[in-house]
């Protein structure tokens, strides 16, 4: 027997989710902008989470941060554990060697889990533990996993995707442009940064250029480089790290082969 999904629940996620990704100072503006919700629903699933223990609010400035209640809904996952403990050597020999940051992100449903990072705090000034969840439409990681992974998970994706009504899935609804998007980044072989990704969240100081990770039987996930926008554009970006970032994701691909009885 088939069910239809709890709208209250997905809806109550959707808030968790987003106070989660704005690290300690969420608002009702700040979750609508992300999640899409009305603030009349966002209110009330922000009632309710903080009824449960998962969200405290701060009454001086009225955001919302969760609680370390929110620890045991991913106490049963350690894929990412796993699979950043296999990555880890290259990715740091590789930031030594190129002078930016990488991070190696798998796919999770709607999002790209971040799960092992060369970011340091200089010169980037920014700082992203593993765990952050890469939009897959906007960011270079996304984009590069969603083009070259099975059809039929893009397309579930897709399908999930264009029920969201969150910001960072409405490409999902304008097929030819998303079409023509990843026929770009298979051609071409790398995905880049969308430039409103870069101006929103980065003030277009930062961009990136991402590769999947895929063997010849299967894709594991994305990896990517990330720059300061005034050193380099992004032709030229492309051309002194492509090669090497290519290579790198071709290593840390044979080496995911190698374990795949231990990542599945």
């Known amino acids: 027997m088939a069910y239809k999904p709890v709208i209250a629940a997905l809806r109550v996620l959707d808030v968790l989710a987003a106070v989660n990704k704005t690290t300690g100072d969420a608002t009702v503006g700040k979750i609508h902008r992300l999640t899409g919700l009305d603030k009349a629903t966002i209110v009330r ?6 009824h449960a223990g ?25 894929r990412h554990q796993t699979i950043g403990a296999i990555v880890s050597e290259d990715l740091t020999q590789f930031r030594q060697s190129i002078g930016w940051p990488s991070d190696v992100s798998i796919f999770d449903e709607e999002a790209m889990l971040v799960i092992e990072t060369s970011r340091e705090a200089e010169p980037m000034r920014f700082f992203r533990k593993p765990g952050y969840r890469a939009p897959m439409l906007y960011t270079s990681l996304g984009r590069a996993y ?10 579930a994706f897709l399908q999930r995707a264009q029920e969201n009504p969150a910001p960072e899935f409405a490409l999902s609804r304008e097929p030819d442009a998303l079409k023509a998007l990843l026929e770009t980044v298979r051609a071409q072989g790398y995905a880049t940064m969308d430039e409103s990704y870069s101006r929103e969240y980065y003030e277009s100081q930062f961009f990136s250029i991402g590769v999947p990770i895929r063997s010849q039987w299967r894709v594991f996930g994305a990896m990517n480089i990330i720059y300061l ?11 002194q790290f492509l090669g090497a970032l290519t290579d790198v994701a071709d290593r840390l691909a044979a080496k995911l082969e190698a374990h795949s009885g231990d990542i599945n």
């Open 45 to 50: 699933m922000l009632y309710t989470l903080n």
């Open 54 to 78: 998962y969200i405290v609010r701060d009454n001086n400035s009225q955001t919302y941060r969760v609680t370390g209640k929110t620890l045991q809904l991913s106490v049963g996952y350690n």
């Open 146 to 155: 969603l083009a070259f992974c099975p059809e039929e998970e893009r397309q």
């Open 229 to 239: 926008r005034h050193t380099m554009s992004p032709d030229e970006a492309r051309d």
